[in-house]
């Protein structure tokens, strides 16, 4: 059975910074590229940042590059995102999924950046 907890997540100021880490079960993780997508309030789902299964090649949303890490480690079937330099704009349900999603995914984890 597909496995994957969110935590992390927060109450942050802007300009603040966040990790986000994804534990992922049931599934060949190291073998599996994966992703972070979000759902702000009232939005629909949007991929935020890719990572191939050797963590070689990585993507970002346009708004994010430069300012959110993906990562991975294949050790521990876990999957991070590192997220500095925070904008209210970035206030989301927080995803992770496997290959570039929406499913399965798991329960999420709120992120509410405050100005």
């Known amino acids: 059975q597909v496995q994957l907890v969110e935590s992390g997540g927060g109450l942050v100021q802007s300009g603040g910074s966040l990790r986000l880490s994804c534990a992922a079960s049931g599934i060949d993780f190291s073998n599996s590229a994966m992703s972070w997508i979000r759902q702000p309030p009232g939005k629909g789902l949007e991929l935020v940042a890719y990572i191939k299964k050797d963590g070689g090649i990585t993507s970002y949303l346009d708004s994010v590059k430069g300012r959110f890490t993906i990562s991975r480690d294949n050790a521990k079937n876990t999957l991070y995102l590192q997220m500095d330099s925070l904008k209210p704009g970035d206030t989301a349900v927080y995803y992770c999924?496997?290959?570039?999603?929406?499913?399965?995914r798991g329960q999420g984890t709120q992120v509410t950046v405050s100005s």
């Open positions: 999924t496997i290959e570039m999603g929406p499913t399965p």
